[in-house]
């Protein structure tokens, strides 16, 4: 199994440096061409959200991740990369990938609760530590789509949604990556291994 971790902007050491603890091989992805090679699963890790969506198009990456993501490649979006996933961003004018269906909040703790940490049960694997840093928030999942299952909620801290699964596509508030927990990486590996199950 290798997983592609985006590597244009942001906190993508972190999640190589997480996964390659658990026996994980990965590679960077940087530009176009290291989208010809073969992964298996994707990471969009935590940064600025517009600097990585701006790269992601000038580098042509945007529609090719977009339309992988819509046929069934498991990823992984946190924080910034959970905001590249959103189908809709309360507080900006533009989308990116546009494939996950939820509507974000960026910047969504103001200023003072800019950075948090907690611990909060996640649904199917227990409570775990949560790192947040200028995080988004999710303020509503977005309904099912004709015969397709809705996005499903799996953490909420203080009322507020932090993390969702739609399909195969996972989308955390937090910073797993930063935290010596591991089940949030597990998660999602595991939904590759059904991915390979069910092809
Ligand atoms: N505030 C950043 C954004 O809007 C996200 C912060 C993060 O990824 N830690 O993109």
Request: negative net charge; contains cysteine.
């Given at each position: 199994?290798?997983?592609?971790v985006l590597?244009?902007?942001g906190?993508f050491?972190e999640?190589?440096?997480?996964?390659?603890?658990?026996?994980v091989s990965?590679?960077?992805?940087?530009n176009?061409?290291?989208?010809?090679?073969d992964f298996?699963?994707?990471v969009?890790?935590?940064g600025?959200?517009?600097?990585q969506?701006?790269l992601?198009?000038?580098?042509?990456?945007?529609?090719?991740l977009?339309?992988r993501?819509r046929q069934?490649?498991?990823?992984?979006g946190?924080?910034?990369g959970l905001i590249l996933l959103a189908?809709e961003?309360?507080?900006?004018?533009?989308?990116y990938?546009?494939?996950?269906?939820v509507?974000?909040?960026?910047?969504?703790?103001?200023?003072?609760?800019?950075?948090?940490?907690?611990e909060?049960?996640?649904?199917g694997?227990?409570?775990?530590p949560?790192?947040f840093i200028?995080?988004?928030?999710i303020?509503?999942?977005l309904?099912a789509?004709?015969?397709?299952?809705?996005?499903?909620?799996?953490?909420q801290?203080?009322?507020r949604?932090?993390?969702?699964?739609?399909?195969?596509?996972?989308g955390?508030?937090f910073?797993?990556?930063l935290?010596a927990d591991?089940?949030?990486h597990g998660?999602?590996?595991?939904s590759?291994?059904t991915?390979?199950?069910d092809?």
């Amino acid at each position: 199994m290798k997983i592609a971790v985006l590597a244009v902007q942001g906190a993508f050491a972190e999640h190589i440096n997480k996964l390659e603890s658990m026996g994980v091989s990965c590679m960077e992805l940087r530009n176009a061409t290291d989208l010809e090679k073969d992964f298996d699963g994707l990471v969009l890790p935590g940064g600025e959200s517009t600097v990585q969506g701006k790269l992601l198009r000038e580098l042509h990456m945007l529609e090719p991740l977009r339309d992988r993501i819509r046929q069934g490649m498991p990823v992984l979006g946190t924080c910034a990369g959970l905001i590249l996933l959103a189908q809709e961003i309360r507080n900006e004018d533009r989308i990116y990938l546009g494939t996950l269906s939820v509507c974000v909040q960026r910047n969504a703790y103001g200023r003072q609760l800019g950075s948090f940490h907690t611990e909060q049960e996640v649904k199917g694997i227990g409570k775990i530590p949560m790192t947040f840093i200028r995080a988004p928030y999710i303020e509503s999942v977005l309904p099912a789509q004709g015969e397709k299952p809705g996005t499903e909620v799996l953490a909420q801290v203080d009322g507020r949604i932090v993390a969702v699964r739609h399909g195969r596509q996972i989308g955390i508030a937090f910073h797993p990556e930063l935290d010596a927990d591991n089940r949030i990486h597990g998660m999602f590996l595991e939904s590759i291994s059904t991915a390979w199950a069910d092809a």
